[in-house]
């Protein structure tokens, strides 16, 4: 069985430290929060990072309303807390035209780390935790050496 547990507002990794003039390391600065951490023990397997925008449907923006901005945090939450898998979460609404979950995934110029782009539904707030469920257990598939029994076990951890 995979156990996977989630960490809401978690890791608070700091992206800098001042040095001194000694080059040694000093107060540390920028705090990070990722929204949601997935994690296999002590081991950071996913980030998901939640946005508040509207992507669009438009065809002509290849980026669907997703900002740079968000794409070099993404890119900071994998270097910092050492996950391959990352995901934008958006909230999901009609106009996009196709169904809530993954829209898009990319690879990292020069690197391992993907980055899936997602939408959830959050009209029935009583299946969102089995989706998003789902939407992570679509990001770890059950390795062909895995019994057919092998189930994704989302824990909610506080901290």
């Known amino acids: 069985m995979t156990r996977l547990r989630v960490v809401a507002q978690g890791g608070l990794c700091y992206c800098l430290a001042e040095l001194d003039e000694n080059e040694r390391c000093g107060a540390e600065r920028f705090q990070t929060r990722p929204d949601i951490l997935v994690k296999d023990g002590a081991r950071v397997v996913m980030v998901i990072d939640t946005k508040w925008k509207r992507l669009t449907r438009n065809t002509e923006d290849r980026k669907r309303g997703v900002v740079e901005a968000d794409i070099y945090q993404m890119m900071a939450y994998a270097r910092l807390y050492g996950s391959t898998r990352l995901t934008l979460l958006y909230p999901h609404h009609d106009e996009l035209g196709e169904s809530e979950g993954m829209l898009r995934q990319y690879t990292v110029a020069a690197g391992v780390e993907r980055l899936t782009i997602a939408t959830i539904d959050l009209s029935d707030p009583t299946s969102v935790e089995m989706r ?26 506080g901290g």
Not at 132 to 157: I, N, Q, Y
């Open 132 to 157: 998003l469920r789902s939407l992570v257990g679509s990001e770890f598939p059950p390795s062909p050496r895995s019994s057919p029994t092998c189930k994704l076990l989302l824990l909610a951890d």
